[in-house]
């Protein structure tokens, strides 16, 4: 009698002691009763091609792939998805039965589902999105965004550059605004975004004027070390409908979990209490 492989999955980055992906997908495979493991690696970048080319073999069915791996993979696998090449970065690896690893993003996908979930009035037509930073996370939002039907995205960076090729790789529906100016772009914001580490426990304050949020506005911010960040905090006191950055993350998690364990999980009360463990 041959007993059936035990699925492996896993999240590699350098390092990894951080990551809360083994706690959400063995909350998952527990409460699904799989069979399966889920394992954190912490890869060195000069080790990467090697880790790759051996997963198949090893018996992954996938694996997530985090800082600073994310663009590097893309490189590295049989096949990239639209999504994940308009996004630039790759954050989920599914390795068919063939051997064949195919590299996705699903970072947009858990932005969206974040806000429907928290904020399931908001609207994607409601009015022009802020979002301050231009790096890899804020590239996830600008797609998903967009391709939910914002009208406008009006889009802040300390270093003005990285802002403007990002518009020149979005089209026109992005407006660059100065990083000084950012609190202005704000006062006409129907959904702000923080795609930013500033805020982040250990990390320098958020300092933009927030003076001109709106309570009609959907903020969120992708900082999830504290929960409650300082713009969270402060458009709480407006009256603004907030979202907090723990959601995104477990939500990008569903679809890597769905295609390697065969069950589709659910991000509930159960799933962020695991995350915070």
């Known amino acids: 009698m041959t007993l059936p492989k035990i699925p492996l999955a896993g999240v590699i980055g350098h390092p990894i002691a951080q990551s809360k992906s083994p706690q959400v997908h063995g909350h998952w495979l527990r409460t699904f009763g799989i069979k399966g493991h889920y394992i954190p690696m ?51 690896l599914i390795i068919r039965e063939d051997g064949k690893i195919i590299g996705d993003n699903t970072d947009g996908y858990g932005f969206i589902e974040n806000l429907r979930q928290a904020a399931p009035n908001w609207q994607a037509a409601d009015g022009p999105a802020v979002i301050l930073g231009a790096g890899g996370a804020a590239r996830a939002v600008i797609a998903s965004l967009l391709d939910a039907g914002v009208p406008e995205i009006l889009i802040s960076n300390r270093t003005r550059v990285r802002a403007e090729t990002l ?72 009256g603004c409908t907030t979202v907090d950055g723990l959601g995104m993350l477990l939500h990008q998690a569903v679809p890597g979990f769905e295609r390697w364990f065969g069950t589709r999980p659910t991000v509930d009360d159960a799933t962020r209490q695991a995350a915070l463990k």
Do not use: C
Request: hydrophobic fraction near 45%.
């Open 42 to 92: 912490d890869v060195n970048p000069s080790d990467l091609k090697k880790v790759i080319k051996a997963l198949p073999k090893m018996g992954f069915v996938g694996v997530n792939v985090t800082i600073p791996h994310k663009e590097r993979v893309m490189d590295l696998v049989h096949q990239v998805t639209d999504r994940a090449t308009l996004i630039g970065a790759v954050n989920t």
């Open 167 to 238: 518009r020149e790789e979005f089209g026109t529906r992005l407006t660059v605004v100065d990083w000084f100016q950012a609190g202005n772009a704000i006062e006409g914001g129907a959904t702000i975004v923080n795609t930013t580490s500033l805020g982040m426990a250990g990390k320098p304050d958020l300092r933009v004027p927030l003076d001109g949020l709106k309570p009609s506005a959907v903020v969120t911010d992708l900082v999830y070390n504290p929960l409650e960040t300082q713009l969270l905090a402060a458009a709480k006191d407006v």
